[in-house]
Structure formats: C-alpha cells, structure tokens
T-cell receptor, first 111, second 112 residues
Framework: EDQVTQSPEALRLQEGESSSLNCSYT??????LFWYRQDPGKGPEFLFT???AGEEKEKERLKATLTKKESFLHITAPKPEDSATYLC????????????FGKGTLLTVNP | SQTIHQWPATLVQPVGSPLSLECTVE??????LYWYRQAAGRGLQLLFY??????ISSEVPQNLSASRPQDRQFILSSKKLLLSDSGFYLC???????????FGEGSWLTVV
C-alpha cells in the first residue's frame, strides 16, 4: 500500500530561521512527488512537482528536493506569511492520476 | 487559464438530510475531476474521480455518491447524511497528460 509520511507534524520558527520539512514515501513506481501549501480554511495550492531523484525546484524562499526515498522542502529565511500547512503527495501512476497525501506539516513563523 | 469553482462554501445540515455539493471547472475541456475529503488529523482522502461524462469511480464505500452530468461539472451527493460525513470537501481537477491536481476552495460540511 502506498504511504506518505510527513515530519514534523508541527514546526515553529522565528522569522529568518531556516529549516526543512520532510516527506518520506513508499509509493510503488513513483511518477511524481508533489508539494502543496494550504492556508486555514482554504484548498491546497500547488507548489512543486518533482519527477526524479536529484531534481530540485525553487520558488521564492522555498526549495524542494527529491531522493529515492524522501523529499525535503527547505525554507530559507522564512517570513510570517509562509505560515501554513505544507502537504506532500505521491503519484503512483495509472490513468487517473490519484495522489496519496501525507497528513501535512503545520508551519508557524513568528515575527 | 483554468479556474475551479465550488459551492456552497459552508453548510450545516441535520442528520438524515440530503446533500449536494457542486463544482465546475472553466477554461478547459475533458478534465479529470476529483472529490476529496479532509478530516482533522487525517490526510486528504480521495472519494471519487471521473475521467469523463458519466464515468465515476469510487474509492471509499460510503453513503456518498458523485455524478458528472456535464463535461466540466462534478456533483457530490448524499440521500441521508450521517454525523461522520462532517468534514472539509474539496473538488479538484487535472488536465490531459499532466498529473498535477488543482484544488477548489473547499466546502465545510457540518452534520448536526
């Protein structure tokens, strides 16, 4: 059974304090690893897709990386507006693009 | 560009009452459509997906159903709601050969 596990469940940072979120996956035939940002009461917002080990993608203060077993979302010099829940999901293939989601990491950045 | 609309945003329904959540996607044709549920402390759970009009696949047996009466319209329904149906429901879509799923704003359902 495909599984995606995110850690930590919650993370508190001071503004400017860089850190990383982890996403471990056991998804057979991984066809893509996805990161989303979710604000309270809103739908998830797509951030990145990673397709192969060694791949990296960046957007503003966020950088996502992928290995054969896990993905990291690095947050450099975070700001309070980066506070959100970050979700990771794996696509195991098939014609319907079903994603297996982790439970998310709740990030709080204090000013 | 594509947009996805989902409504109502919030609703409170008594146990045993019916449910209808609607979702439409604009700016594309023949999208894959999805209904997810997000419960507190749990990850997003796929409920239904559709690859075309009238084609619905169910992932989780339950008292909910889905329909796709038009190419860009997806409806989540129930004849009789249970307390356990409370949660945050998300409609989503993906396009053609791409596998990125894009979500709507969600609907909060509270069954009382």
């Amino acid at each position: 059974e495909d599984q995606v596990t995110q850690s930590p469940e919650a993370l508190r940072l001071q503004e400017g304090e860089s850190s990383s979120l982890n996403c471990s996956y056991t998804v057979s035939g991984l066809r893509g690893l996805f990161w989303y940002r979710q604000d309270p009461g809103k739908g998830p917002e797509f951030l990145f897709t990673l397709y192969s080990a060694g791949e990296e993608k960046e957007k503003e203060r966020l950088k996502a990386t992928l290995t054969k077993k896990e993905s990291f979302l690095h947050i450099t010099a975070p700001k309070p507006e980066d506070s959100a829940t970050y979700l990771c999901a794996g696509d195991s293939g098939g014609s319907n693009y079903k994603l297996t989601f982790g439970k998310g990491t709740l990030l709080t950045v204090n000013p | 560009s594509q947009t996805i609309h989902q409504w109502p945003a919030t609703l409170v329904q008594p146990v045993g009452s019916p449910l209808s959540l609607e979702c439409t996607v604009e700016g594309t044709s023949n999208p894959n459509l999805y209904w997810y549920r997000q419960a507190a402390g749990r990850g997003l759970q796929l409920l239904f997906y559709s690859v075309g009009i009238g084609q619905i696949s169910s992932e989780v047996p339950q008292n909910l159903s889905a329909s796709r009466p038009q190419d860009r319209q997806f409806i989540l329904s129930s004849k009789k709601l249970l307390l356990s149906d409370s949660g945050f429901y998300l409609c989503a879509y993906s396009l053609g050969s791409g596998n990125t799923i894009y979500f709507g704003e969600g609907s909060w359902l509270t069954v009382v």
